[in-house]
């Protein structure tokens, strides 16, 4: 019972942000400037909650490979058995961030403190009670330049750095977690966006996932092309070495309007982490489901 008020709060949370950020019935893509505040005239000071990734809501979602017994290469983060889990299971992200810090450094940075979250729940999986299989926690905080670049026709619109933490809050031995520095610059050219983050792991003395970085990736690009009634974008992790070359993620995104505010979301991944406990363990899923909010 708790876990569905949990669901049905974080719904009502996020139907709440989606309503202050309407401006029309269109699937709307926000300028970077925007997004950031970068500025004068769209400063809108600190401690305002805005949207930070996309939120939605999945209650479809298909996986070809269940994760049923995690494993890790430090043996005492390794499941003894296996848990009979479901190809099928529910979704759901929310994610928001909010300014802390305005006009700094000179008046040219603004540092910023931001929240994800992502649950896997098993909500069709009587056999072991519905369980919320996985859930993500990753808080950061980051400083964020507005700047102004050309590089292959875009404009590059912000540079900047955040310390990440990401974590999923369990016990031995399905524990599992990491600390990143991350960079990031974000450019943009017509209906186009696109914005890439290289990572440093910092090392942990009770490191629960060794080898994460040679699954999961170094570093991320996003790709976000929007119409008026269709928005479509792409998440892509790689570890950039040859020798793990096939490993990494890729997932696409299709995010159309219904009715009025109303709008689907399809989502299909291939790769190695998608949830941190899932970080060496490969899987395509899809997934049907709705938008709340959107790039």
Do not use: C
Request: aromatic share 16%; glycine share 6%; hydrophobic share 35%.
């Amino acid at each position: 019972m708790l876990k569905l008020r949990f669901l049905f709060a974080a719904l009502f949370f996020i139907s709440t942000i989606k309503a202050q950020l309407i401006t029309d019935n269109n699937v709307h893509i926000k300028s970077i400037a925007e997004r950031w505040e970068l500025t004068d005239s769209l400063k809108r000071g600190t401690f305002l909650l805005t949207s930070y990734k996309p939120f939605y809501f999945s209650a479809g979602r298909w996986s070809n490979n269940p994760n049923n017994q995690p494993y890790s290469e430090n043996p005492m983060y390794s499941a003894a058995s296996p848990t009979e889990y479901n190809n099928y299971e529910a979704r759901f992200q929310l994610s928001f961030k909010t300014k802390v810090l305005q006009d700094i450094f000179w008046g040219h940075g603004n540092l910023w403190a931001a929240y994800t979250q992502k649950a896997h729940w098993q909500i069709y999986n009587t056999k072991v009670s519905r369980p919320f299989r996985e859930l993500n926690y990753e808080p950061e905080l980051l400083l964020n330049f507005g700047v102004k670049y050309k590089l292959f026709g875009f404009e590059g619109k912000t540079l900047g750095m955040a310390f990440n933490h990401q974590s999923n809050g369990r016990d031995l031995p399905n524990s599992r977690s990491w600390n990143r520095v991350m960079f990031h610059t974000a450019m943009e050219r017509k209906n186009w966006q696109i914005t890439l983050r290289p990572w440093v792991r910092l090392k942990d003395a009770e490191d629960e996932n060794p080898a994460i970085s040679d699954y999961l990736g170094r570093g991320e690009v996003t790709v976000v092309y929007g119409q008026p009634k269709h928005q479509f974008y792409f998440v892509g992790m790689h570890p950039f070495t040859f020798k793990h070359i096939s490993r990494g993620s890729a997932q696409f995104n299709w995010v159309f309007q219904l009715h009025a505010h109303l709008k689907g979301h399809v989502q299909f991944s291939s790769g190695y982490g998608e949830t941190l406990i899932d970080y060496n363990h490969s899987q395509r899923t899809l997934g049907l489901g709705i938008s709340f909010v959107d790039w």
